[in-house]
Every structure is written in structure tokens, then in C-alpha cells.
């Protein structure tokens, strides 16, 4: 049954709102280049020219009540109402010049308490799909009363923004708008603008509330004992919370409430770059009928992807409903997190594989949101480079920093948490010299958080980054749990932690004056 778009003025007459998957299989293979049907039955996408989000063409319409509270800067970029108007002309006008549209209307957030209500109107079935795997979709007495929509995307990414309008810098422009309750998408056919767009505007509500907005992957216990794990790329994030013997609660976005966490989404959107049944056979097995594979290259005659190959882009990607995963929490909502692990790839070689955090410390290591990229992944880099983003996602926090870490520290106090800082970096030495922590003794780590095996152990403080570090763990050597003992060069290993506690207050320094003052001296120091 076609769909009415005419309060947009969109006057398209195939309008198609919630498709089946195979529905939208079909019309996309008939109609979308570059698509194919993998050999495991995933649909094999193409996104164009940008294959990844692009935090620079990120917009925030200035307005009032909203820009009062906003962090404005370099993540959160103000646009002026007009040239929003005129985006979202430009986005309606590229709709209308489209044989058939599609619409998604579908959920975000498992806590009715909190959900929204979101409608995605697009014109590529691919679109449709990734969000229908990413969203909560509705049943058919849901859809019935669905009503109108909290928040609106218009995705006319596949037509380009005119850079010549005022304030543009290039012919993308996704472009959130708080008092109007739309987010407008040009010149970008990369799904995962959609998705962050509705995370972002998340992350602006739920902090009004009282309410932890998070990017973290989650998962519970046997015994109901939930943890969050916080990452960023590279660090272990998805691969951890993807544990046999805990269920998945979500891989990405989540929400701490006075009655414990939710997900924000229906589907996870996992890295597919090397992927492997062997080391992640939960995500290896959720590949199939109904999973978007995005830019990911394949043999033409088989249709046997390769995910070792990066030829269009490193970030490959995954799409798919969590249900796709076996073990998991469902609905996804869970009680209070008893632990918080922070994880961080150190390629310094000087942070501890574990150490547990004040709720202090845990803020400041929450705004610092550090790890370390290493020599090769890109142009130029030829030694360990210190990457922070505060809150372990920034591109996607309207509010200040300080914000999202005072509500941490506040629930972690309230409801008992513990917080731990895991390195799944190097030991015995900076990249180059030392090695990578062993999967095995990160996954041990990890348990022994989980079961309790540290309430008994002794525990030693380090003196610059004040952490505290257990001198033993279940099945994991006790030399390496202090990083000094790995180091043959005793004096490199101190030059190189004085080198990483510089570089920590260094990017303090530009949070410090909205900070709390416990917040600031929980941070390293060079005795």
C-alpha cells in the first residue's frame, strides 16, 4: 500500500513504507549499481564516493532553546536556519525527481520510556534496509498506531549540497535541527550518516533527562551482572562484548537510566575488515539473507567475499538485526552495569593490561576517550600518535564533554559500579619494539573482571597515572600485569610514560575550565 508523503510536499506517488527484506532485495539488485547477492545471501552494496562519515559536513542548527546548550566547536558545527531551508529544499526536490521513494518508520531506544519514534524517508532500497536492521522495527499493530514521528530523516545524500551555499565547505552536508525535529542528508550515500545522525540527536536529549547517553557495546551474565565496554576503533570493543558466556545487549550505542541500560538500537553495525569465523564467528555467523555487506569486494563469478580486501575502503562494513546474534539479551535492556571497562590500545607500551579506576579517575580517562594508532595505518605516521575523543565517540556529543562525565561518575557512585581500564595494546615495549598483549590474556582479564577474581588480590599504584594494578590474574602471567617488569630498558620505559602523561594534560588543558576540580587531579602527573 503507497504511502502519503504530501506534508513534506513530497509528491512522489510509489511510496513504499516498511518493505519486506525481500522486497527491497529485489528492487535492489534490479535497480541499484553495484549491487549483488553474496554466496552466504547478504546483500553486497556500494555507497559512491564516501565510504565513511564525515564529521566536518556535520551541521547543528543554531536555535534557541537548543544552542544553550550545545557544545559549539569543531565537532558541533553551527548552521544558520536559511541555509538549513535551503538543504532541506534541495533534499525534497532530488525526492520528488525520484520514480519511488522508500520510508522506514521504526524505533529508537528499547525503553519505551525513552524510545522515539523516527521516519526515514529515502530513495535507495539499501538505505531502507540498513535502516530497518538498524532501528527497532514495530509490529503490525505498532505500525498501525505509529501516528507522527518524533524526528524526521530526509536522505538525499545520492544529490550533492551546493557548496557555494554560505558556511558550506563541500557538497556534503548532514545537517541536525533539534527545534525542527529533522535531520537533512546531501551528497553522502554512506548509511552510517543515518545512524549517527539519530545517535547524535540521542546524545542531546537523554543527558536533558538525567539520562547517560553512551558509545559503548554492552553485554549480562548468567547472574543478571551487566557490563559496558567503551572503545574506540581498534581497541578490542566489538570482539570483547561478543562473549560465549555473557548475552548481547548491543554493540554500540546505549543509554544509562535510573532503572539500568538499554540499547538504542535493533541491529548491530559491525566492522567486517578481516573478518574471520575463527575470531569472531558470532558476527561471521550473522552474515546472511538479510545483512547489508557495505563496500565490501567480491568474487564476480562465487560471490565469496573477501573481507581481507581494502581496495574501496578500510572501514567494510556489516549490517545486521541483533537477533542475527544467538546469544544475546532481547529485549534489549538490562539492570544497572556492576563493571564500566574503558578499553585503549596503547601502542606506548606503558599503560597496564588492567587497573582499577576511582569513579574520579573513571571521568577523566571517560573525557580523555585515548588510544594510540601505530606507524602504517596512515600517511606519514611512523611512530605511536596519541588519538583522543572525548567520551569515546565526540563526533556525536552535542553537550560538553563534562556533561556525559559527571552523569558517569554519578551513577557509578550511586549503583556500585566499578570501573576498569583494559590495554589491549603493546607490552615489553612501544610498537616497534614490544609486542601485542595476547587476545587469550585480554579475554582472561576480562573474565576475571566478570567473576570476581580481583575482590582477594593485592593491589599496587602506579605513581604518574596514580592507577591501581593487581599484582596477580587468573591465567594471565604476573609479570606482564605491571608493564615496567616487560621492559628491558628501564629508563625508556620511564622517558616514554613521561612522554604519554604530557601528552594526556596536554589535551586536558582545553576541558579543564568546565571541569570538575576532582575530575582534573584524578589526571597523570610527572612526580
Known sequence: MN???????????DVHRNLSVPELYEIALRLEKGTAISNKGALLVY???????????????????????????????????????????????????????????????????YRLKVRVICTRAYHALFMQNMLIMPSEEELASFGEPDYVIFNGGSFPANRYTSTLTSTTSVDVHIERQEIVILGTEYAGEMKKGIFSVMNYLMPMQDVLSMHCSANVGEKGDTTVLFGLSGTGKTTLSADPK??????????WTDDGIFNIEGGC???????????????????????????LVYNPKTRAVDYHDTSITQNTRASYPINFIDNIQMPCISGHPKNIIFLTCDAFGVLPPVSKLTPEQASYHFISGYTAKVAGTEMGVKEP?????????????????????????????KHGATAWLVNTGWT????????????????????????????????????????????????????????????ADKKAFEDTMDKLVTLFQNNFKKFEEKVNPDIISAGPKVP
Open 269 to 295: 553495525y559491525a566492522k567486517a575488515i578481516d573478518l574471520s569465523e575463527e575470531n569472531e564467528p558470532d558476527i561471521y555467523r550473522a552474515i546472511r539473507f538479510g545483512t547489508v555487506l557495505e563496500n
Open 385 to 413: 600518535q596519541a588519538t583522543f575523543s572525548a567520551c569515546f565517540g565526540a563526533a556525536f556529543m552535542m553537550h560538553h564533554p563534562n556533561r556525559y562525565a559527571e552523569l558517569l561518575a554519578e551513577k557509578i557512585k
Open 47 to 113: 555507497s559512491g564516493a564516501k565510504t565513511g562519515r564525515t564529521p566536518k559536513d556535520r551541521r547543528i542548527i543554531k536555535n534557541e532553546p537548543s544552542m544553550n546548550h550545545i557544545d559549539w566547536g569543531d565537532i558541533n558545527i553551527e548552521l544558520d536556519e536559511h541555509t538549513f531551508m535551503i538543504n532541506r529544499e534541495r533534499a525534497i526536490d532530488y525526492i520528488n525527481s525520484r520514480d519511488r521513494v522508500f520510508v522506514v518508520d521504526a524505533f529508537a531506544g528499547w525503553d519505551p520510556a
Open 246 to 255: 555473557r548475552k548481547l545487549i548491543g554493540d554500540d550505542e546505549h543509554c
Open 428 to 487: 615489553g615495549g612501544a610498537y616497534g619494539t614490544g609486542s601485542r598483549f595476547k587476545l587469550k590474556y585480554t579475554r582472561a582479564i576480562i573474565d576475571a573482571i566478570h567473576s570476581g577474581a580481583f575482590d582477594n588480590t593485592e593491589w599496587k599504584t602506579e605513581p604518574k597515572f596514580k592507577l591501581s594494578i593487581p599484582i596477580s590474574c587468573p591465567d594471565v602471567p604476573s609479570e606482564v600485569l605491571n608493564p615496567v617488569n616487560t621492559w
Open 3 to 13: 504511502f502519503n508523503l504530501k506534508r513534506y510536499e513530497i509528491n512522489t506517488q
